[in-house]
């Protein structure tokens, strides 16, 4: 994953641990033709208010951090869902029962996926 990639996937999954979200996976997209990004990060919080909380946290941070705003951010109405667009980096932040329906991490199967540990 290119530098400038890797340290907005970083600073992303920064601000999704500071709100205790888990299940973080990373897709590393580089190399695979036909997609329309260069990462996807996917995570969960366990109700509605924390994901929202989490997509607002990665906002917060990596705004802070890395001067960047997401190009579109959508499902806030009701936040079961939340995705937002950086362009090179997608996030995907979902309640758990979404997150398992839709199955986003098996989308990209010849991806290279990085499973993140959650935080204590």
Same mark, same amino acid.
């Given at each position: 994953?290119?530098?400038?990639?890797?340290?907005?996937?970083?600073?992303?999954?920064?601000?999704?641990? $500071?709100? /205790?979200?888990?299940?973080?996976? &990373?897709?590393? #997209? +580089?190399?695979?033709?036909?997609?329309?990004?260069?990462?996807?990060?996917?995570?969960?919080?366990?109700?509605?208010?924390?994901?929202?909380?989490?997509?607002?946290?990665?906002?917060?941070?990596?705004?802070? $951090?890395? /001067?960047?705003?997401?190009?579109? &951010?959508?499902? #806030? +109405?009701?936040?079961?869902?939340?995705?937002?667009?950086?362009?090179?980096?997608?996030?995907?932040?979902?309640?758990?029962?979404?997150?398992?329906?839709?199955?986003?991490?098996?989308?990209?199967?010849?991806?290279?996926?990085?499973?993140?540990?959650?935080?204590?």
């Amino acid at each position: 994953m290119e530098q400038t990639t890797k340290l907005l996937v970083d600073t992303i999954i920064k601000g999704i641990q $500071e709100k /205790k979200g888990t299940g973080i996976v &990373v897709a590393d #997209l +580089e190399g695979i033709e036909g997609t329309i990004c260069r990462g996807f990060v996917v995570c969960q919080g366990n109700t509605p208010t924390q994901v929202e909380a989490i997509a607002e946290s990665i906002g917060d941070v990596v705004r802070e $951090e890395l /001067k960047e705003k997401p190009v579109r &951010v959508v499902g #806030l +109405e009701n936040a079961l869902w939340v995705a937002m667009d950086y362009t090179d980096v997608l996030v995907h932040v979902f309640v758990p029962d979404m997150r398992e329906y839709y199955d986003l991490e098996h989308l990209w199967a010849d991806a290279k996926l990085n499973r993140i540990a959650d935080l204590d």
